[in-house]
Structure formats: C-alpha cells, structure tokens
C-alpha cells in the first residue's frame, strides 16, 4: 500500500467522544484558514481532529499543540518564526512567511528543557501499512505528541480504523468508557497500563480488546505477562517510536526486546537498526538509520537509549544519560534495578534513584506502588531486598524503600523514570 | 543497626559484648554504614552533617552508634 497517496483514506471512519458522540472525518466543520503556516491551540482531541482534517484537505502547514503547553515565550517563538495562532487570543505572525506544502510541526516532549520542533508530513507519521482488521482504537494521548499522532494518522489513513477519543486527564476511568464503547485496539506507556491494571483491573477485563500495544517508555516482560494474563487472546505487541526517528520497531510476539538478528537487516523502507558503545557509563547505545526521520535528521541517529543484550534479545532498558548511579565507585543501571523489582508478584510499580549517603557517595532508593492487596512496609521491604540481593550485585539493591499508594502519571502517560 | 543486618539475613549480637564486636566480624559494611545513616536521617527528619565528625576509625558497633549519636547533636 503506498502511504503518501491513502491519508484521507479513512474519511469514513468513526470518530467517537468519551461521551458517545459520532461523527466521520469528512463530517468534521471546516476550519476557516489559508494557506499561512498555523499552530492551532487546541483544548482537546476533538478540538484538533478539525485542523487535522483541514490540512488533510488542503496540506497547509500545521502545528498542532494542546493550549495548557502554549506559554507566551512559544507564542512569541512561533510568531516569530512565522506561524499565525489559532484556537485561544487568535494572533498573526510577527514576520510573515510562505507557508511550505504539507508540513507538518511536532513539539518534543521537552523534559530537558524548551520543546524542539520536529518536521514531519502526514505520509512520515503514518507507518502503519498494509491491510489491518477493523479496530476501534482508543485515543488516551495528548493532541500534538508524536503518539496522538500516530493514533491519528491510523484513523485518517486506513480504512476500518475508528477512533475513540480521550482527554489525557481524564484517563482514571478510561477502562469503562473504552467497554461502553467497545474498544478492541488501545496504545499507551507501561506505565498506563501498569496503573489501569492496579486501579481498574475489573473494568479492563471487560474492554473487548484485541490489540494491546505499550510504547513511549522501556517495555519490561514483567508488564507484557500481566496483560497477556488478562488478554490472552489478544495481540499484545510493543513499539519504539519517537518524534525524531519514527516508528522504527514493532515486536508482536510477546517478549520484551527484539531478537539480535534484527541489528544491521537492511529491507526496503525499513529502518536499520544497530548498537554502538554508548557516549557515557559503558554499555551499548540504540542507534536507528531510518526513513521515517523527522526533517533535518538523516543518517544513523544516537537515540540516547542504553540498550542491553540477553539471550539472543536486544533490550531497551533505559536512558544513557540518566539511567547510571555510582554507589562507591561500582555503578549500577537505574533500569536494571525497577526491572529486577517490578518483576517481583507483589509490585504494581517502581522507580530508583540515587540518594546521596555518607562513605558511599550514593545508594539506591526505590520507590514503590505495591499491587492490589499487598501492602507496602518493613514486611514487604525485606522481601524485596532479599529479590533484589538475588538478582542484583550488592552495590545494585535499593538500601532504602519508599512506598506510595499510587502510580503517578503525568499527561504524557509516563512516570518520571 | 539490627534492621540493617536483619535485611540480610544477618544478626547484631547482644548483651555485654554488643556494644564491642567488630564491625568486620558481624558482616557490617560501609554500604551498611550508609544505609543506616539514611534510616536515621529519615527518623530524625533532618540531614546528618558528616563533616563535622571529623576522621576517625570506626570498628567496633559502639563506635557507629557513638558517631551517630554525636551527629545528631551536632
């Protein structure tokens, strides 16, 4: 199927509210624009699909991004840069250009700092191909990320595919509304689904899903297990995809990590993928040559992911940057430590830090959700340090444990880790 | 000092000759050092200042529980 020439393809899919409301791509209101390059600020999904649609239609330039992020040093920046602001105190571009055919902006998440802004179209942010069975696909993300697009794009693109749409606040009792709905496909962070699994684990059982797919953090087989557990006839498939570099792996078969045979496999609009030693604390670094790269990137990228290799698997475990702690000059992986305890039955969730300590520099510290009727204290506490002093290095088990009653999630449907 | 041992399968010895085993002896190390200072950093509520200790050698469990005693007086 070629991509570029099917992005209205879908104009007949369903586009479904929280609330029930229905409507199909091609019924959506026109937005009234010309050809300038826009950033539409948007309160929600709903309030984007217009926009997205417009430029389906007529391939002006277009950012979209949801109003909560649109500061007024981004206001001023895009203006600068020649975008006009649509959606909330409407304003023209400070220095007016020729809006360019078919492009479309991303903003990075921008957890290190001020959001970069990726390039893409909508034939580079539709790369799923192919023929897929109908699905009802829920939309959980925020309008703008590179995952809302992808949702997205798939309901624009490919016949079948409909769209339940979600405010990313709201997604408490998601489990229920994607029942009511009758949900069969839903894509979101382990983390989303490790906090639907210990808050609505009822309601989940009865969303009719038939495809499960994590992405946006490192996939763990703990995580994998359980909602195959509770999905078992469902596909339950993880995907490495970012703004940067695409969709650039997707595994199907259950496991966490993709098979080593994988790196340097060179196929026709494919990417490549491949490791090289990473730039800080050792290890291997994921490095993807791609044809979904956003504009300005071409070539290997360093995707600044630590990558680990086990039993003919090429893990994705965590950041190269962040991920290492050094307690007394023996250094440990963050990642390797949550992935130890959130493999134990009784844990929901975990993040580890360093926490700075006398004599050693620093030790671990763990902070932990324990699951539905575990409870979190001394008596779990040395449970998890005798699991932990199984499988870890001494230098690697948490000396000290935090315990909390819930998963924090932000609106990116990660945690902090 | 006996949750930290405890947590590892470990015991603190008791009575009269607590207070004078060797830290090498009972399996106390320095990342058990560590940990404990967190343990009561988190029961005080406050950061322990290790500096103003000053150096000195520490073998025996008196002489942990004495350091840390002085540290929160400090």
């Known amino acids: 199927m070629s991509r570029a020439a099917t992005t209205t393809a879908g104009a007949d899919n369903l586009l479904i509210g929280a609330d029930g409301s229905t409507r199909r791509w091609r019924d959506l209101p026109p937005v009234v624009r010309g050809d300038e390059p826009t950033a539409a600020a948007v309160a929600d999904s709903e309030d984007a699909l217009a926009w997205v649609w417009q430029h389906a239609l007529n391939r002006a330039e277009l950012l979209v991004v949801g109003r909560e992020r649109?500061?007024?040093?981004?206001?001023?920046?895009?203006?600068?840069?020649g975008f006009a602001i649509r959606g909330e105190e409407e304003a023209s571009p400070t220095r007016p250009r020729d809006g360019e055919s078919g492009r479309l902006w991303l903003l990075t998440s921008g957890s290190t700092g001020r959001p970069k802004r990726i390039g893409h179209t909508l034939a580079s942010l539709s790369t799923v191909a192919g023929d897929l069975p109908p699905r009802r696909w829920l939309c959980p993300y925020s309008p703008g990320s590179y995952a809302w697009w992808q949702v997205i794009t798939l309901g624009l693109s490919l016949p079948g595919q409909d769209l339940v749409l979600l405010d990313p606040a709201r997604v408490d009792g998601w489990a229920q509304v994607a029942a009511e709905q009758e949900v069969t496909a839903a894509s979101g962070t382990p983390t989303f689904w490790r906090q639907t699994l210990m808050s609505q684990s009822d309601a989940l059982a009865q969303v009719p899903l038939q495809q499960v797919t994590l992405g946006g953090e490192p996939v763990d087989q703990a995580i994998l297990d359980q909602l195959l557990a509770v999905f078992p006839t469902a596909r339950v498939s993880w995907i490495y995809a970012s703004s940067e570099v695409g969709a650039s792996i997707v595994v199907h078969d259950g496991r966490a990590g993709f098979p080593e045979e994988w790196l340097g496999r060179v196929r026709p609009g494919r990417p490549v993928l491949d490791v090289v030693p990473a730039a800080e604390g050792g290890g291997e670094e994921l490095v993807i040559t791609s044809p979904h790269h956003g504009t300005g990137l071409s070539g290997p990228v360093r995707t600044g992911d630590r990558v680990e290799r086990r039993a003919g698997r090429i893990l994705i475990t965590g950041r190269v940057d962040t991920d290492e702690i050094n307690v007394g000059g023996s250094k440990v992986s963050a990642a390797a430590v949550r992935e130890v305890l959130q493999a134990h039955p009784d844990v929901a969730w975990a993040q580890v830090s360093a926490r700075r300590a006398p004599l050693v520099g620093a030790v671990v510290q763990a902070t932990v959700v324990p699951r539905s009727g575990a409870e979190g204290g001394p008596v779990l506490e040395q449970h998890l340090s005798?699991?932990?002093?199984?499988?870890?290095?001494?230098?690697g088990v948490p000396r000290r444990f935090l315990f909390r009653t819930e998963i924090p999630l932000k609106e990116s449907l990660k945690s902090d880790v | 000092?006996?949750?930290?041992?405890?947590?590892?399968?470990?015991?603190?010895?008791?009575?009269?000759?607590?207070?004078?085993?060797?830290?090498?002896?009972?399996?106390?190390?320095s990342l058990d050092f560590s940990e404990l200072a967190l343990r009561v950093e988190d029961e005080v509520g406050m950061e322990l200042n290790f500096e103003a200790a000053g150096l000195r050698a520490i073998t025996t469990v008196g002489d942990v529980l004495d350091l840390l005693v002085e540290l929160q007086q400090s």
């Open chain 2, 1 to 29: 000092m006996a949750q930290v041992l405890a947590a590892q399968g470990k015991r603190l010895p008791g009575g009269e000759t607590g207070d004078s085993a060797e830290l090498a002896e009972i399996g106390f190390r």
């Open chain 1, 386 to 395: 005798s699991w932990a002093r199984d499988r870890l290095p001494a230098h």
């Open chain 1, 70 to 81: 649109l500061d007024p040093g981004m206001r001023a920046e895009l203006r600068a840069d």
